[in-house]
């Protein structure tokens, strides 16, 4: 349904920190079921992620470290938390610009506050239910990778 | 010897100095026989002097009698140029004691005729003077003119001694002597008996003023002799002694209940002097010390405290007499060997003129206190902590009993797609999902359920031989251990520890299951079991050569749903429990790693047997 119309079929790259490989699975079935357009990396925890987006140790190769143009980020990671993932994003010049999702199962007011005081650029509670988590999935890549309108690079 | 002869001399001033010195009493008898004295004297002189005089006027007048008669008898003898009849006339003069001489003149001055009395021998004979007598020093002489018919023939000389006189003022004298000399010894007597009216009680009033200074006695009273100006003085006297009686007895009072107080309070009180010298203290110091109060006078902080402590408290005490301004201190105090605290309050003593002459210093012991706010802190960290932990602990629970769920329910909604799309494969796949996830739950809830029990629910700690623990572990870990073909030895020696049998098991279990699933790619993986002394504690180990930890999480790993690897199964509480029941038995744990592929130990201490 929904093509990347923007980006003239270049795939978008997505980078999911996730350390639960089931709802990765999910999330990912989902994306394919509503033929969002992408290229979906999955790390499992918060030192992965931040080895990832600042290239370094075994993704220290750039051609293995595309930069993403949307991270999806859980809040409760092994190693680096989610928080402190997405502080040091937000206050890296390089990084800064890209938006930021996080997609976790914790609705506490303290998470909330403490993830927007970091800039977050949105904060989705993963739903129970199937149907209703099948449809955030889709308004996400809708929204995010459609409707939003990314910063571009360099000006 | 020179300095006595000088004060024996009499002068003005050493009389004066004497007389201050003496007596009231002698000097009343002195200074009235003085005045009896000196009146006396003063009649008997003018009684002696006028009996003098009157005499003298009678023996010129009975001498110039005689002289008349004389100068009449011989008339006419000189008429008739008779010196014989002369002669005879003024040899009856014999008859006359005190004539010693007389002589008949002629006109012309030439001697007619003389007397001489027999004992005396005449000098030169007077020149013929014209009428009227005069006393010499010791005579009276008189002349008279002879004339017949109004016309002068001659003269006529007596001369008479004062012997007569002489006689009676030595008479006189002696009497006057005598008389004076009685009424100076009844004066004296009568001084004696006199003196008292007035010596008795100035006497009684200085007798009454020693004793009350010697015995500080202010009860005693002086007695009022009549109402002269003495009586005014011991009626004035008795009243101030009534005051200085009245303001005495109100100090003593003020005094007594100052005593009371002090030597009642159970705070300690002390005085001590500019130099930090003691001067005194209350009984509840004096118990602190061992010591009765009196003792303690002239004493230091030396002679109490051990050094440091006494240079403390003599800092202190400077500090406060240079600036004059007292302070709250609270601070350590040995009281019978036994550390405690105090609070202190030294406050400097002024004078008159606000000079600082000492410090006066009270203090209590606060240690029940300073130990109730160490408790009191001790618990609000642990409040602190515990809900701290609770907070992580509903926080977590909300995520990670969420998580399971979202895959069950999830995977569910797929296996509708499956089954639709006939995906057979997939659809096995997903229900295996949904049953690790099922499974991954039920142990979280079980696995919760114990962790809180810790603490609550607890067996009576028993004496544990670790060495037999380790075996059971072993034991029962013996299917995981062969499949690794993990070599695990377990040292014989461990300690006998004490404490909660099946609490500690698990401790175990979870440390060996750790170290088989942390085992990463090791080829050759051993697990080792065993203890070391260290500073007189024993730690026991459980050291693996599996994957080792990064040193960055060393701290975090014991955290509730804490993992490192997002891969491993396991619910992330193992290790939170193992925490959890090694500090409920008083022990410590923590995890030495040199790093990934390093390897790791997890040590721990634990109460020994026979410790509590």
Known sequence: MLKNTKFAGEPLEILLVED????????????????????????????????????????????????PHIILLDLRLPKVDGLEVLSQIKESEMLNRIPIVVLTSSKANGDINKAYAHHVNSYLVKPVDFNKFTELMKDLGFYWLGWNQQSGGPE | MKNGLENRKVTPGSLIKWFGKIRIKQKL???????????????????????????????ASDLSALVEMLADNCEAALSFNDPT????????????????????????????????????????????????????????????????????????????????????????????GVVVMFSALFAYYLAIRLQRVVSTPIFHLSETAAAISKN???????????????????????????????????IRDSERKFRTLVDNIPVKVFMKDKESVYLSCNPSYAADLDISPEEISGKTDYDYYPVGVAEKYRADDKRIIESGKREDIEEEFIQHGRHCWVQTIKIPIMDDANNVTGIL?????????????????????????????????????????????????????ELIKDAEEGDIDRLHGDIKRISTAATKMGNLLEDLLNLSRIGRIADEPVDVSLDKLAHEVAESLHGPISERGVRLEIESDLPIVRGDHVRLHEVMQNLIENAIKFMGDQTRPGIQVGSRCVDDETIIYVRDNGQGIDPVYLDKIFGLFEQ???????????????????????????????????GSSFCFTIPLKGVS
């Open chain 2, 361 to 413: 210093g009270v203090f209590w012991d606060i240690t029940e206190r300073k130990l109730a706010e160490e408790m009191r802190e001790i618990h609000v960290a642990q409040l602190e902590n515990q809900s701290a932990e609770l907070e992580r602990f509903t926080y977590t629970v909300s995520h990670d009993l969420r998580s399971p769920i979202i895959t069950i329910k999830g995977f569910l909604g």
């Open chain 2, 216 to 250: 500080r006695d202010y009860s005693i009273r002086a007695s009022i002799f009549g109402e002269d100006e003495l009586g005014v003085l011991t009626a004035a006297f008795n009243e101030m002694l009534s005051e200085v009686e009245k303001s005495h007895s109100s």
């Open chain 2, 29 to 59: 008898v002195l200074i009235i026989m003085i005045v009896s004295l000196a009146s006396m004297l003063i009649a008997s002189g003018s009684f002696l002097i006028y009996e003098r005089i009157i005499m003298q006027q009678r023996m």
């Open chain 2, 564 to 598: 490192l690897d997002g891969k491993t199964e396991g619910t992330g509480i193992g290790l939170a429990l193992v925490k959890r029941i090694i500090e409920y038995h008083g022990g410590r744990i923590w995890v030495e790693s040199e790093g990934p592929e390093c």
């Open chain 1, 20 to 67: 639960n490989e089931d709802h990765a699975e999910l999330i990912g079935r989902s994306f394919e079921k509503h033929q969002v357009l992408n290229k979906l990396k999955l790390v499992r925890d918060g030192a992965e992620a931040l080895d990832y987006l600042f290239r370094r140790n075994r993704y220290s190769d750039p051609a293995t470290s595309p930069r």
């Open chain 2, 85 to 176: 009849d002369a002669k005879h006339i003024l040899s009856s003069l014999k008859a006359v004691d005190s004539i010693a001489f007389a002589s008949i003149y002629q006109a012309d001055g030439t001697v007619f005729a003389t007397y001489q009395r027999s004992d005396f021998e005449m000098g030169k004979i007077p020149e013929p003077q014209s009428d009227g007598y005069h006393f010499g020093k010791d005579w009276l002489v008189i002349f008279k003119q002879i004339s017949l018919g109004g016309k002068p023939i001659g003269t006529a000389y007596l001369q008479s001694d004062l012997s007569a006189i002489s006689e009676f003022l030595r008479q006189s004298l002696i009497t006057l």
